[in-house]
């Protein structure tokens, strides 16, 4: 069994990552938004908000696991096992990561993501993290002109599907997301 590589690790980077998001608003086609933010979920997730770049995150994790001498699947999954299905590494950066069994069958088995309230993390609602993806991927390209309620609950009902919300003050979190991302182009 060959050595553990990058390309078994998998990184919802859309999901986990600041810089893929700017990426990602900077370069998806708004008709594809509502089908590309769907892989967000329904419940609450980590963000990465640090210097390391995904290539980064995945070439120190490996490094990490291989001064374990964890080098294939079946050593991966014993490890796993000590401590009830995951564990956990610091990064460079001192962020926290989790690693958990991925997708055996497809190869990408190290399944990473950030640690719940790491270092240069903030925890995000998915449904705040679409709506803010969303209404920034709609300004990025001029569809709306302001960030406002309308605009805001424009963006929910047509891209992500939401209810609209009553007053600004109800999406302080949307909005504090938004400004993370758009920092992020």
């Not at 979920?41 to 490094?63: C, K, P, V």
């Not at 069958?105 to 309230?117: D, F, N, S, V």
Request: glycine content about 6%; charged content about 20%; overall charge negative.
């Amino acid at each position: 069994m060959s050595a553990a590589g990058l390309h078994n690790i998998h990184f919802n980077a859309l999901k986990h990552h600041l810089g893929a998001i700017g990426n990602f608003i900077a370069t998806c086609p708004v008709a594809e938004l509502s089908q590309h933010l769907k892989v967000l979920g329904n419940s609450q997730m980590d963000l990465y908000l640090g210097h390391l770049q995904i290539a980064e995150i995945g070439q120190e994790t490996l490094d990490a696991l291989w001064e374990r001498d964890i080098n294939t699947l079946p050593e991966y999954a014993r490890w796993l096992d000590q401590e009830e299905g995951y564990q956990s590494l610091t990064l460079s950066d001192q962020s926290t990561w989790i690693l958990r069994m991925g997708q055996e069958e497809t190869g990408k088995y190290i399944h990473l993501h950030p640690g719940r309230y790491s270092p240069h993390s903030v925890r995000v609602k998915a449904t705040v993290l679409k709506t803010a993806i969303a209404l920034a991927s709609y300004y990025k390209h001029g569809l709306i002109k302001e960030i406002d309620l309308q605009a805001l609950n424009q963006v929910r009902a047509a891209v992500v599907e939401l209810p609209p919300i009553k007053d600004l003050s109800e999406s302080r979190h949307i909005l504090t997301i938004m400004e993370l991302v758009t920092g992020s182009w």
